[in-house]
């Protein structure tokens, strides 16, 4: 029986009608500059710390860039609205001192008090350019590999096909990423 595509194949390729997934950034271990064109203006430096950022080459700002593709309810994930909100200062401190648990061992209130004095920016968890929370804040967009794995915003990069929604958090437990509770 044939499939109502069939029809489609008589002139265009199969292959040019299977799904594009621009989380697909490797073969064999380079990057398809192609692919990190759906998102950015021009291939970004994948280096530890490049210089500028990549966020300022972005296609569009902010979430815009994942609406692309993505359709998402403005109150995700939890029936509150975390979409667009620019988080408080001691709200981005804990973020900074949650993330830094992994590589230093004082205890969180200590790394809490770190990152108050030193004004410490969260890192792993990327604000969007005017500082509020994005997509990319909690879930990582890039393949796991593409950025060396020292490079904070490597944290949650997963394989072309993810299996926990790239989140960036520990053990898959966002909430406490920026909460207390």
Known sequence: MATPMMFCFQCHTE???????????????????????????????VSLRPAGGAMQTLRRQSSGVCHSCHRVAPNHPTGDYHMDTVPTAQMRWHMAAYEMQSTMRLSFPQLLKYARTTQRAPRSMPLDERGRIACFTCHNPHEKGLLPARNPRSVGAEPKRAVNHRLRAHQGNMCVACHEK
């Open 15 to 45: 292959e040019s009608y299977r799904p594009f997934n621009a989380h697909d950034q490797l073969d064999a271990n380079e990057v398809k500059t192609d692919t990190c064109l759906w998102c950015h203006t021009a291939v970004p430096e």
